[in-house]
Protein backbone atom coordinates (compact mmCIF):
# COMPACT_ATOMS: atom_id res chain seq x y z
CA UNK A 1 0.00 0.00 0.00
CA UNK A 2 2.72 2.46 1.03
CA UNK A 3 6.20 2.44 -0.37
CA UNK A 4 9.04 3.38 2.17
CA UNK A 5 9.26 6.75 0.17
CA UNK A 6 5.89 7.50 0.52
CA UNK A 7 6.01 6.95 4.12
CA UNK A 8 9.02 9.38 4.34
CA UNK A 9 7.01 12.44 2.35
CA UNK A 10 3.91 11.15 4.76
CA UNK A 11 6.25 11.86 7.41
CA UNK A 12 7.60 14.85 6.55
CA UNK A 13 4.20 16.64 5.37
CA UNK A 14 3.29 16.50 8.56
CA UNK A 15 6.42 17.45 10.78
CA UNK A 16 6.45 20.36 8.63
CA UNK A 17 2.75 21.35 8.91
CA UNK A 18 3.47 21.22 12.41
CA UNK A 19 6.20 22.87 12.39
CA UNK A 20 5.10 25.78 10.35
CA UNK A 21 1.59 26.01 12.40
CA UNK A 22 3.55 26.43 15.62
CA UNK A 23 6.62 28.79 14.70
CA UNK A 24 4.95 31.31 11.89
CA UNK A 25 1.51 33.26 11.88
CA UNK A 26 1.65 35.38 8.44
CA UNK A 27 0.91 32.99 5.26
CA UNK A 28 3.81 34.22 2.91
CA UNK A 29 6.10 33.21 6.05
CA UNK A 30 4.06 29.93 6.82
CA UNK A 31 4.86 29.37 3.01
CA UNK A 32 8.31 29.41 3.63
CA UNK A 33 9.30 27.56 6.32
CA UNK A 34 6.76 24.74 4.97
CA UNK A 35 9.03 24.33 2.29
CA UNK A 36 12.23 24.55 3.80
CA UNK A 37 11.62 22.10 6.12
CA UNK A 38 9.46 19.72 4.29
CA UNK A 39 12.23 19.83 1.07
CA UNK A 40 14.88 19.74 3.55
CA UNK A 41 13.76 16.52 4.80
CA UNK A 42 12.61 14.91 1.70
CA UNK A 43 16.07 16.13 -0.05
CA UNK A 44 18.16 15.30 2.83
CA UNK A 45 17.05 11.56 3.20
CA UNK A 46 17.42 11.42 -0.61
CA UNK A 47 20.65 12.91 -0.37
CA UNK A 48 21.87 10.15 2.08
CA UNK A 49 19.71 7.37 0.47
CA UNK A 50 22.66 8.64 -2.37
CA UNK A 51 25.02 8.77 -0.30
CA UNK A 52 25.00 5.29 1.08
CA UNK A 53 24.56 3.95 -2.51
CA UNK A 54 28.03 2.42 -3.18
CA UNK A 55 27.75 0.57 0.38
CA UNK A 56 27.43 -3.13 0.61
CA UNK A 57 23.73 -3.40 0.69
CA UNK A 58 21.86 -5.88 3.61
CA UNK A 59 18.81 -8.27 2.83
CA UNK A 60 16.48 -6.38 0.72
CA UNK A 61 13.99 -4.29 3.05
CA UNK A 62 10.68 -6.18 3.06
CA UNK A 63 7.61 -5.19 1.55
CA UNK A 64 5.29 -3.26 3.08
CA UNK A 65 1.87 -4.43 2.93
CA UNK B 1 9.15 49.07 47.71
CA UNK B 2 5.74 47.60 47.95
CA UNK B 3 4.81 44.12 46.07
CA UNK B 4 1.72 43.67 44.82
CA UNK B 5 1.77 40.36 46.34
CA UNK B 6 1.74 41.89 49.93
CA UNK B 7 -1.09 44.12 49.16
CA UNK B 8 -3.74 43.92 51.24
CA UNK B 9 -6.09 44.19 48.25
CA UNK B 10 -4.69 41.86 46.16
CA UNK B 11 -6.23 38.51 45.46
CA UNK B 12 -5.31 35.73 47.68
CA UNK B 13 -2.50 33.58 45.92
CA UNK B 14 -3.10 30.10 44.73
CA UNK B 15 -1.48 27.59 42.84
CA UNK B 16 -3.51 27.57 39.46
CA UNK B 17 -2.08 30.50 38.94
CA UNK B 18 -4.84 32.93 36.17
CA UNK B 19 -2.94 34.88 33.68
CA UNK B 20 -5.26 36.89 31.04
CA UNK B 21 -5.14 34.29 28.95
CA UNK B 22 -7.12 31.88 31.19
CA UNK B 23 -5.77 29.35 34.16
CA UNK B 24 -2.13 28.06 33.36
CA UNK B 25 -2.94 24.24 35.04
CA UNK B 26 -6.18 23.96 32.91
CA UNK B 27 -4.50 25.03 30.04
CA UNK B 28 -1.53 22.68 30.34
CA UNK B 29 -3.30 19.42 31.65
CA UNK B 30 -5.88 19.99 28.64
CA UNK B 31 -2.89 20.14 25.87
CA UNK B 32 -1.22 17.61 27.42
CA UNK B 33 -4.78 15.25 27.72
CA UNK B 34 -6.10 15.71 24.42
CA UNK B 35 -4.15 17.23 21.78
CA UNK B 36 -4.31 20.61 20.70
CA UNK B 37 -7.58 21.14 23.25
CA UNK B 38 -4.90 23.69 25.03
CA UNK B 39 -5.65 25.41 22.38
CA UNK B 40 -8.68 26.09 21.52
CA UNK B 41 -9.56 25.97 25.21
CA UNK B 42 -6.71 29.29 24.97
CA UNK B 43 -9.24 30.65 22.13
CA UNK B 44 -6.91 29.91 19.42
CA UNK B 45 -10.04 27.20 17.72
CA UNK B 46 -8.37 26.33 14.15
CA UNK B 47 -5.01 26.15 15.57
CA UNK B 48 -6.21 24.04 17.82
CA UNK B 49 -7.93 21.62 15.83
CA UNK B 50 -5.08 21.49 13.00
CA UNK B 51 -2.66 20.00 16.16
CA UNK B 52 -5.25 17.86 16.69
CA UNK B 53 -5.37 16.79 13.72
CA UNK B 54 -1.50 16.19 12.85
CA UNK B 55 -1.05 14.60 15.62
CA UNK B 56 -3.74 12.03 15.64
CA UNK B 57 -2.73 11.56 12.01
CA UNK B 58 0.75 10.61 13.61
CA UNK B 59 -0.49 8.24 16.30
CA UNK B 60 -3.14 6.58 12.90
CA UNK B 61 -0.67 6.30 10.61
CA UNK B 62 1.93 4.26 13.82
CA UNK B 63 -0.76 2.00 14.78
CA UNK B 64 -1.83 1.49 10.68
CA UNK B 65 2.16 0.07 10.55
CA UNK B 66 1.92 -1.70 13.93
CA UNK B 67 4.60 0.27 14.97
CA UNK B 68 5.84 0.19 19.01
CA UNK B 69 3.85 1.82 21.43
CA UNK B 70 6.80 2.06 24.11
CA UNK B 71 6.50 0.93 27.78
CA UNK B 72 9.15 0.97 30.29
CA UNK B 73 11.82 -2.30 29.99
CA UNK B 74 13.32 -3.14 33.12
CA UNK B 75 17.35 -2.62 32.48
CA UNK B 76 16.23 -0.52 29.46
CA UNK B 77 16.89 3.09 30.91
CA UNK B 78 16.11 4.67 27.39
CA UNK B 79 13.15 3.03 27.18
CA UNK B 80 11.84 5.26 30.63
CA UNK B 81 12.63 8.39 28.13
CA UNK B 82 10.90 6.80 25.29
CA UNK B 83 8.10 6.57 27.04
CA UNK B 84 7.67 9.68 28.78
CA UNK B 85 7.77 10.80 25.25
CA UNK B 86 5.27 8.52 23.93
CA UNK B 87 2.99 9.43 27.06
CA UNK B 88 3.01 13.00 25.86
CA UNK B 89 0.32 12.48 23.39
CA UNK B 90 -1.73 12.04 26.21
CA UNK B 91 -4.99 10.07 26.44
CA UNK B 92 -4.70 8.79 22.76
CA UNK B 93 -1.44 6.73 24.52
CA UNK B 94 -3.69 5.42 27.86
CA UNK B 95 -6.38 4.65 24.99
CA UNK B 96 -4.15 2.59 23.32
CA UNK B 97 -2.02 0.65 26.14
CA UNK B 98 -4.78 0.13 28.61
CA UNK B 99 -7.86 0.48 26.38
CA UNK B 100 -7.52 -1.22 23.24
CA UNK B 101 -4.19 -3.64 24.43
CA UNK B 102 -2.97 -2.19 21.16
CA UNK B 103 0.51 -3.96 21.01
CA UNK B 104 2.70 -3.66 17.57
CA UNK B 105 4.06 -5.72 15.52
CA UNK B 106 7.97 -6.49 15.75
CA UNK B 107 7.88 -8.50 12.92
CA UNK B 108 6.12 -6.27 10.80
CA UNK B 109 7.00 -4.66 7.29
CA UNK B 110 6.55 -1.04 8.90
CA UNK B 111 7.42 -1.53 12.47
CA UNK B 112 10.36 1.22 13.03
CA UNK B 113 8.40 3.38 10.50
CA UNK B 114 5.32 3.22 12.99
CA UNK B 115 7.39 3.76 16.03
CA UNK B 116 8.66 6.30 14.47
CA UNK B 117 4.60 7.92 13.46
CA UNK B 118 4.19 6.80 17.18
CA UNK B 119 6.86 8.60 19.00
CA UNK B 120 6.91 11.60 17.12
CA UNK B 121 3.16 12.22 17.98
CA UNK B 122 3.30 11.80 21.74
CA UNK B 123 6.45 14.96 21.04
CA UNK B 124 4.68 17.25 19.00
CA UNK B 125 2.35 16.87 21.59
CA UNK B 126 4.71 17.54 24.38
CA UNK B 127 5.70 20.82 22.24
CA UNK B 128 2.20 21.86 21.75
CA UNK B 129 1.90 21.89 26.04
CA UNK B 130 5.05 24.01 25.87
CA UNK B 131 3.34 26.20 23.42
CA UNK B 132 0.21 26.29 25.56
CA UNK B 133 2.20 27.36 28.32
CA UNK B 134 3.75 30.35 26.90
CA UNK B 135 0.57 31.50 25.04
CA UNK B 136 -1.32 31.53 28.49
CA UNK B 137 1.73 33.23 30.14
CA UNK B 138 1.69 35.59 27.54
CA UNK B 139 5.28 35.14 26.41
CA UNK B 140 3.69 33.95 22.37
CA UNK B 141 0.75 35.15 20.40
Not at chain 2, 65 to 88: D, E, F, K, W
Not at chain 2, 120 to 127: A, I
Request: net charge positive.
Amino acid sequence: MLSHFLLMVLYALLVSLFFTLLWRRGRREQIQLFLQIFLGMVGGGLLVAWLMYPFPSGPPAPLLP
Amino acid sequence: MAESGSSPASPPESKAVAYPQGNVVVAVLSAWLVPGLGHIYLKRRLRGIAFFVLVIVSVLVGCRLQGNLYQVVRGQPLSILATLGSMGMGFPYFLLRYGLHYQGDIMGAGYEYGTAFLLTGGLMNLLLILDAWDIVRGKKE
